[in-house]
């Protein structure tokens, strides 16, 4: 079916001869060697339990999760009608939750000039690729790659500077798009779809149990995020714990060219496929818009000016609800009620204070609401704070807690309809044993505790 549908595009045929990558003569990278001091074989990040000690040079920690995330994007379409393109590499905590912009002073405002300077022999194939993969909505490819490198490079502990030997911290954002543009080609989106029988179209429509098991029944065999825009596929997350720093070495001693990319078996063995954490699929279960990209073979440029962005709140020119500082209010949801939505001010029941807990008497804790991806149609995914510590959803107890014992920072989204009401895992019902009375502090849940749990909440923001 897939090279049916290739037969109808003869240029595109030719286009495509950028991936996958040809290395046959030339020598690939290897782990650097400046990592003998590293176990071997390497920890896999995120051990359960964690160890005692850790190396964070050898080991990814506290951000061991990691997301390859992809996009398809039809206006304006961008890149290769048969293949998605790149958004980033972005390290989460292990915990649920991420960082973000960990280090200013290691930020860069041109990923291209600085790569051409480390190397421009090697660069030269790796900027190619980028150019043709890696693609901003409005044209400026490089402000992309900068911010993801500033946002989420940044936040990789084995690509500080004091675990390279040589004096020249410039080598880990190479290293990070190395990492990002070789595990790209080991997840080609589409073909695995295609296979599946589902292939771009202006009327057909998908399922999201087709989506997930046409990746799960693929040789990744692990289940993925879907985003979707207004009931339209257009963004995939993969989730990979990792083996070793995510540092190479590009000298082997011959002075001849060497390939900017890892092979596949060595990505393979770096990359292990792991189950998602935080925000989930916001698809709709059935009816889902799978649109091919504009009718030209090859796509995407010239672009005309975006109607969106996927930035941070910072560089939009509107912010959702869930932003700055707020209450948290509690609402009680009737038994004839379906969803935290259709309750009034007139049922709050109290509010939330700064561990966490629903309290009805006594003043209301603020919260900072911390803005992260913004795209008109999807849920708004932002973290939250109290002023005594990061917030999130306890992986093993379910209970939300705001706590400085894990220095876990938790993903949180808002309902698309009602923007105010705060939603986990794109549900907003939240669960309590007992409403709480005077002075008494209650638990609450993003689950009903297999139906103990017989008051369902909804949590509102309340911005100051």
Request: glycine share 6%; hydrophobic share 30%; proline share 8%.
């Amino acid at each position: 079916m897939l090279a049916h549908f290739l037969s109808q595009f003869p240029l595109l045929t030719s286009f495509l001869n950028l991936t996958p990558v040809d290395n046959t003569n030339q020598h690939p990278l290897t782990p650097s060697i400046h990592d003998s001091h590293c176990p071997n074989p390497p920890t896999l990040s995120c051990p359960f339990p964690p160890p005692r000690s850790i190396d964070n040079c050898c080991l990814n920690h506290p951000s061991g999760h990691f997301l390859q995330t992809q996009f398809w994007d039809t206006s304006p379409a961008l890149g290769p009608n048969t293949s998605w393109t790149i958004h980033g590499l972005w390290p989460d905590l292990c915990a649920g939750g991420f960082d973000q912009f960990c280090d200013d002073a290691r930020s860069h405002e041109d990923v291209r000039a600085l790569l051409q300077s480390i190397n421009p022999t090697i660069t030269r194939d790796l900027l190619a690729y980028m150019d043709a993969y890696w693609l901003s909505l409005d044209g400026r490819d490089n402000h992309l790659w900068s911010h993801e490198w500033n946002k989420h490079g940044t936040c990789i502990s084995t690509l500080e500077p004091g675990c390279y030997a040589e004096e020249n911290p410039d080598l880990a954002v190479l290293d990070y798009f190395v990492h990002a543009t070789s595990l790209f080609q080991t997840l080609d989106t589409f073909s695995v779809l295609a296979e599946a029988g589902i292939l771009p179209s202006d009327h057909k429509r998908y399922s999201l149990s087709e989506l997930e098991e046409a990746i799960e029944s693929s040789p990744h065999g692990s289940p993925v995020t879907f985003r979707c825009h207004f009931g339209e596929l257009n963004e995939v997350w993969y989730h990979f714990s990792v083996k070793g720093s995510l540092r190479n070495s590009y000298d082997d001693g011959t002075r001849q060219v060497i390939s900017p990319f890892l092979n596949a078996t060595t990505v393979k063995q770096i990359f292990v496929p792991t189950d998602p954490d935080g925000a989930k699929s916001n698809c709709p279960a059935r009816g889902i818009k799978y649109f091919p990209k504009n009718k030209s073979p090859g796509g995407g440029k010239p672009r005309p000016s975006p109607t969106h962005t996927r930035t941070s709140a910072t560089t939009t020119p509107t912010s959702p609800p869930f932003t700055g500082q707020g209450h948290l209010a509690v609402h009680v949801i009737d038994d004839d009620s379906s969803t935290a939505a259709e309750k009034t001010a007139s049922m709050q029941k109290g509010c939330l204070i700064r561990l966490g807990y629903w309290y009805v008497s006594g003043t209301c804790a603020t919260f900072k609401a911390q803005a992260d991806v913004v795209d008109p149609g999807h849920s708004p995914l932002f973290s939250l704070s109290s002023s005594y510590s990061p917030c999130f959803i306890n992986p093993g107890t379910g209970r939300f807690e705001c706590t400085k014992a894990t220095a876990v920072q938790g993903i949180f989204s808002s309902d698309l309809k009602v923007p105010n009401v705060l939603s986990y895992h794109n549900r907003t019902i939240f669960y309590a044993d007992h409403v709480p009375k005077r002075f008494d502090k209650v638990d609450i849940y993003a689950d009903d505790g297999d139906g103990t749990r017989n008051v369902q909440l909804g949590i509102h923001w309340v911005a100051l």
